[in-house]
């Protein structure tokens, strides 16, 4: 597939640069027309019996600021040395740049990401006072600024974050409350909790002109051996497999593609580099649930994947002239596959 083939225009003013609640959702059940439906027919459309997967990750506050200067911190390989991504262009090796609280950073190499040398060892403490949330950049060009608001400390976290390491959040679960998810539970559908953190290829750009050529950052996944197990007794009685997000399609189908290694007593944990594009076949999700993708994005082709891209391009213009609001803090979409679109009574 083609870059250019994820292509497509939408106004700028349907960026979503604060959340709604409740927010819109688009309904798209096998080739039916897309309809509009409130959150709470959605909900109710999801039976007893039926398994919702979604994940835990807790995003990490990691952007810090030296004057104009954006550095997201992404991994910590000793004491005092990290990985980081920033513009380094204008930099030269050996340049320092002066970081709150005293803290200075010398660039130690260049590249994608660029390794740098602190002055002294920071702990998770030091992150939680000077560094912000990872908001994506197209929020903060809406905004017409860099910085996150208050609010963004609970509006970008899911109402149930527990396991730390994201630099993005699982935004479809946003659409979803605490209360939601326990009014699922009391009638009867299975909640199931997975770990994915994600991690520096949402930032990056893709590059390559055809799919196939791109090179997908791996990514940290965890599934609990009864988690699994429950998806799987669900997918042998018939159940559908509800999943909230593609980083929840993307820990699901690892496993099920055998890219976690070989399930332990604990479960399975690993990295995945799952590229998922039109002609993938889904092995495990039946609905996937999740957020509208910018264009020429390897989440447009996951969701492709799971429909056609001809069908998502259709869906995303009907969606575009109704004025839905896109991306991170927009409206939600529901993907029901066509083989098993009858909704059965739980």
């Known amino acids: 597939m083609k870059l250019t083939d994820l292509d497509f225009s939408y106004p700028e003013e349907l960026i979503a640069t ?59 390989i000793n004491a005092t040395d990290w990985e980081v991504l920033f513009p380094s262009k204008k930099f030269k090796i050996g340049s320092v740049l002066e970081l709150p609280l005293g803290v200075q950073m010398t660039l130690q190499q260049k590249g994608r990401p660029q390794t740098v040398r602190l002055s002294q060892e920071v702990s998770e403490d030091y992150f939680q006072k000077v560094a912000e949330l990872p908001l994506p950049p197209y929020i903060q060009k809406a905004r017409e600024q860099r910085h996150t608001v208050d609010a963004d400390e609970s509006w970008y976290q899911t109402a149930w974050n527990k396991n730390p390491g ?18 699922l539970k009391s009638r009867g559908v299975k909640v199931l909790e997975v770990t994915l953190h994600v991690g520096l290829g949402t930032f990056l750009p893709v590059t390559a002109e055809d799919l196939n050529d791109h090179d997908m950052h791996e990514e940290y996944v965890e599934i609990s051996a009864a988690t699994w197990s429950a998806v799987q007794k669900a997918k042998a009685e018939g159940r559908k497999i509800w999943s909230l997000g593609t980083t929840t399609s993307r820990s699901l189908e690892s496993a099920a593609q055998g890219l976690l290694g070989a399930m332990s007593e604990t479960g399975f944990s690993g990295f995945t580099k799952l590229l998922i594009q039109p002609g993938y076949q889904y092995k495990v999700v039946d609905c996937l649930m999740t957020n509208f993708h910018q264009p020429q994005s390897t989440l447009v082709a996951l969701v492709a994947g799971f429909s056609s891209l001809n069908r998502v391009k259709a869906c995303y213009q009907w969606a575009i002239e109704r004025k839905f609001r896109l991306f991170s803090y927009g409206d939600l979409t529901v993907w029901v596959a066509a083989a098993k679109s009858a909704v059965h009574e739980g």
Do not use: C, Y
């Not at 080739?31 to 979604?54: C, K, N, T």
């Open 18 to 76: 604060s959340p709604v609640r409740p927010s819109r959702v688009m309904w798209v059940e096998g080739e039916l027309e897309p309809q509009e439906i409130s959150l709470q027919d959605l909900l109710s459309r999801i039976p007893a019996g039926d398994v919702l997967v979604v994940n835990n990750t807790r995003v990490l506050k990691r952007r810090v600021f030296s004057g104009d200067v954006e550095i997201l911190f992404l991994k910590q």
């Open 166 to 183: 994201s630099f993005a959040a699982p935004t479809a679960s946003l659409h979803f409350s605490a209360e939601d998810i326990e009014g």
